[in-house]
């Protein structure tokens, strides 16, 4: 078990519709990330949050957003869905400063299937 | 900008034998190289990484990994694999500098152990 909860674990939704997902880092970690991955991209990296501010930005699509809370929890929001945003989507945590040692810390993943 | 290469897409062995698993970065300044495996819809799990020191690393579960700098390389290897070794395999980088923290994922590498 690697500290990081993410809800839903499945969701079934249709075209058109708006999604959000959830993450809870480990405790003490104040770095959020959010990968997507499915089977043509492989894992693509979306954003990162560090402590409620957004950090970096990857390959994320204007449809999507997210916000990091004060109690640290993520959310990533996805609207206006389309059959190709079927995938996983992982939220991983990180310590940040001098205790970083580099890894992510992974969550179990919510699984989007967009019908 | 930061990228792994992974060039086998699957790995087959007999349990017994030893693995290999292959991958090439690209990186500005000293690379943070990471292996994760991922087992059928779960999430991924660290298993070792190279920041600086000794070019071979030693992980989880008998797993190992040396770091090329000539070569670029930073290849997984583990002397005698297991049956339940089976599983997806994941090669990352991160810059020392620039970037941010977030790791780049190569493509995945499918490993198979047979009796």
């Known amino acids: 078990d690697s500290g990081v909860t993410q809800t839903p674990k499945h969701l079934i939704t249709a075209t058109g519709q708006r999604v959000t997902l959830r993450c809870s880092p480990r405790s003490g970690d104040l770095s959020v990330y959010w990968y997507q991955q499915s089977l043509d991209q492989g894992l693509q990296f979306l954003i990162q949050?560090?402590?409620?501010?957004?950090?970096a930005k990857g390959n994320i699509l204007e449809r999507f957003s997210a916000q990091q809370f004060p109690d640290l929890h993520s959310e990533l929001n996805l609207s206006s869905l389309e059959l190709g945003d079927s995938a996983l989507y992982f939220c991983?945590?990180?310590?940040?400063?001098?205790?970083?040692?580099?890894?992510?810390?992974f969550g179990e993943g919510s699984r989007l299937t967009v019908l | 900008a930061q990228s792994v290469a992974q060039p086998e897409d699957q790995v087959n062995v007999a349990e017994g034998n030893p693995l290999t698993v292959k991958c090439t970065y690209s990186v500005s300044g000293n690379p943070y190289l990471f292996w994760y495996v991922q087992y059928p819809n779960r999430g991924l799990q660290f298993l070792l990484k190279y920041i600086t020191g000794d070019n071979l690393v030693k992980g989880s579960y008998g797993f190992e990994a040396e770091f090329n700098k000539s070569q670029t390389s930073f290849h997984l290897k583990k002397p005698s694999a297991l049956v339940s070794d089976s599983a997806l395999y994941f090669c990352?980088?991160?810059?020392?500098?620039?970037?941010?923290?977030?790791?780049?994922f190569g493509t995945g590498t499918q490993l198979k152990v047979e009796l």
């Open positions: 949050y560090y402590n409620g501010e957004e950090r």
């Open positions: 990352a980088v991160r810059g020392s500098t620039g970037g941010g923290n977030k790791l780049t």
């Open positions: 991983a945590s990180s310590v940040e400063g001098a205790a970083n040692t580099g890894e992510l810390f």
